[in-house]
């Protein structure tokens, strides 16, 4: 009598979620840097507005930038002070909850880098540290203010500048 050994192949699925500089670059870029660009060239090219008043393209232009590099500093600063595995839930959630606060300066990407950080932090992206509970939940709601803000911004921005309009007009 012989006997077969049988053996079992396990797979499973590979893990497809995008790499942490994937998101959050995407989110800075589509946000702030979508902003910068096509708000700068659009209006400079495409307006006749006067870009060196008070409330002009120029002021705008610097107020985007300083807001957005704020953004950056203190997004950054807390995802790195969190990013070891036993903080970063923590940090997650300090960060989903800053996308949602920081809605009122959309126009400059706080949603969208902080959003993009919780979601990194939280575990969505396939270098981050899976977790559960509140910081998965802040990562989820992180990575959807991310994307309001990115799409908020392309049709708010593009919509001005096609129409014409000018901000501070």
């Not at 009598?1 to 497809?16: E, L």
């Not at 995407?26 to 307006?47: K, N, R, T, Y």
């Not at 949602?100 to 969208?112: E, H, K, N, T, Y």
């Not at 709601?141 to 919509?159: P, Q, S």
């Amino acid at each position: 009598m012989s006997q077969t050994a049988s053996h079992t192949v396990v797979t499973t699925k590979p893990h497809r979620a995008p790499s942490a500089a994937l998101v959050i670059g995407a989110a800075i870029a589509l946000s702030a840097g979508v902003q910068l660009a096509v708000f700068g060239v659009g209006m400079f090219v495409a307006s006749d507005h006067d870009i060196h008043r008070s409330q002009g393209v120029k002021a705008s232009l610097v107020s985007i930038s300083v807001v957005a590099a704020v953004c950056l500093i203190v997004g950054f600063g807390i995802a790195l002070a969190t990013r070891p595995a036993s903080r970063s839930k923590v940090g997650a959630i300090v960060l989903g909850a800053l996308s949602v606060l920081s809605i009122p300066v959309f126009w400059a990407g706080g949603p969208a880098i902080f959003g993009g950080l919780a979601a990194w932090l939280g575990g969505l992206t396939k270098d981050g540290e899976p977790h559960t509970g509140a910081a998965r939940a802040f990562g989820i709601v992180g990575l959807v203010a991310a994307v309001l803000n990115v799409v908020a911004i392309l049709v708010l921005t593009l919509g001005n500048v096609i129409t014409k309009g000018g901000y501070g007009s």
